[in-house]
């Protein structure tokens, strides 16, 4: 069993009727919480964080550094130009599929269009009489 050390009989009463310190407002942890005093300064600054950038110096995954180095190292033009050589390459692939679909799909309307049977007038039905007279 740990041994608890309170500063008063106060403090020791809260603990045993197991009373949360974030919700008693002279606790230390409800004034950091609310941001209380020293806790809710607005003039207190973070500490900033320092960036470092990294530069490849290892392969990665199944890439290789020599693959990395010149993938960075690219021109922007060049990439421009790859880009609109892949999209273009993407829109003739669409457009065979979609070629081949229309294709298909006239096959079938003209399969299905050639055995067209005669449909069977259905007999109506005869409204029967009324019995009975108006009321």
């Known amino acids: 069993m740990q041994v608890q050390i309170f500063l008063n009989k106060k ?3 809260s603990y045993r009727l197991k009373r949360n310190p974030r919700d008693i407002p002279w606790t230390v ?3 950091r919480k609310h941001k209380k005093g020293v806790h809710g300064e607005e003039n207190a600054q973070k500490k900033r964080t ?3 950038i990294q530069i490849a110096s290892r392969a990665v995954g199944n890439v290789s550094l020599e693959a ?6 690219q021109k922007p033009e060049f990439r421009r130009a790859q880009r609109e050589q892949a999209i273009k390459a993407a829109k003739e692939a669409a457009r065979a599929s ?3 679909k229309k294709a298909a799909n006239k096959a079938l ?3 299905k269009a050639a055995p067209s049977k005669m449909k069977i007038p259905k007999p109506t039905k005869t409204q029967q009489p009324r019995v009975g007279g108006k009321r």
């Open 11 to 13: 403090c020791q009463r």
């Open 109 to 111: 309307k003209e399969k």
């Open 29 to 31: 942890l409800y004034r």
């Open 50 to 52: 320092r960036r470092v």
């Open 68 to 73: 990395i180095l010149a993938k960075r190292n």
């Open 98 to 100: 979609k070629s081949e």
